[in-house]
């Protein structure tokens, strides 16, 4: 039989790992709402919150090493690709169609464009946005120059295809020892540009210009493949109510003030 067509077991679920995506989900959702209305990251009272998203790339490394590292014998490059877009592109398709179903819903001063933007245009960033391929800025439609304009959180997911390219490619070939030298390389470039940058934090990712592709590659490298790595050294910690106890600590970090000024 050849590989293609090998069955592939379902293995063990981690449903706390569910559970905490829910946890960290609900407080992103949250801070979008006071980032709209808090007037600018310094009054945010998530202040925080925006690195669900590198949680979730923690997560999302995390899960495709323990779900396919031992599984390249019995299957090629294009079958993880086709899991992995069965997996992830349906929730793409439905987030563009609500974006696009209640885009003139939302329009005000928050989003300055979508008042002047025209029925055809907004039609085919719909279907532009069902492909992932990023837009440019040339062609935003809500006023926040977004790669993907009717499903803003899409960008994640843009940077997470990418690093699943990365996987299939050339680092699940990555001896243990490799991959911890790229998980510390990539934590350098993270901090580089904290250091560097003129923000002071990592918001950011989601347009297509030079410095939000540094912020989404920052963020998408350390972060995934730290998850991988922690798959692949398999040192499990088991405590009592560990969902409790890790949702408790993604709240106090999500709610750390920011330190500092502008």
């Keep these: ?11 063990q679920h981690y449903e706390i790992l569910d559970g ?26 998530i202040n925080h919150g ?13 899960v495709v090493a323990y779900a396919y590292d031992d599984r390249w014998g019995k299957m090629t490059q294009w079958d993880f690709y086709k899991r992995r877009l069965i997996r992830l592109q349906p929730m793409v398709i439905m987030g563009t169609l609500i974006g696009a179903a209640l885009f003139y819903f939302q329009a005000c001063g928050a989003f300055p464009l979508i008042s002047a933007t025209p029925l055809w245009k907004m ?13 440019t800025p040339s062609m935003d439609i809500r006023g ?5 304009p009717l499903n803003g959180p899409a960008w994640s997911l843009f940077f997470e295809y990418i690093a699943n ?15 911890a030298i790229f998980v510390a390389l990539s934590a350098c470039y993270l901090v580089q540009f904290l250091i560097m940058g003129p923000q002071g934090d ?5 347009s297509i210009d030079k410095t939000q592709l540094h912020i989404g590659f920052a963020r998408l490298l350390y972060p995934f493949f730290a998850g991988m790595l922690l798959c692949r050294m398999g040192k499990l910690i088991r405590i009592k109510n ?21």
């Design 165 to 179: 390219i990365l996987y299939a490619l050339v680092i699940r070939k990555f001896s243990k020892t490799l991959l």
């Design 20 to 45: 905490l995506r829910g946890v960290a989900s609900i407080l992103v959702v949250a801070f979008h709402i006071f980032e709209t209305y808090s007037g600018d990251r310094f009054h945010q009272i």
């Design 202 to 206: 990592v918001i950011g990712g989601w």
């Design 144 to 148: 926040w120059q977004e790669m993907h």
């Design 123 to 135: 039609l085919l960033v719909m279907l532009v946005g069902f492909t992932m391929v990023p837009l």
């Design 50 to 62: 925006y690195l669900a998203v590198d949680f979730f790339f923690v997560l999302s490394g995390f």
């Design 242 to 262: 560990a969902f409790a106890v890790c949702s408790l600590l993604l709240i106090v970090i999500f709610f750390i003030p920011r330190i500092g000024g502008g």
């Design 1 to 11: 039989m050849s590989k293609t067509h090998e069955y592939l077991e379902p293995k």
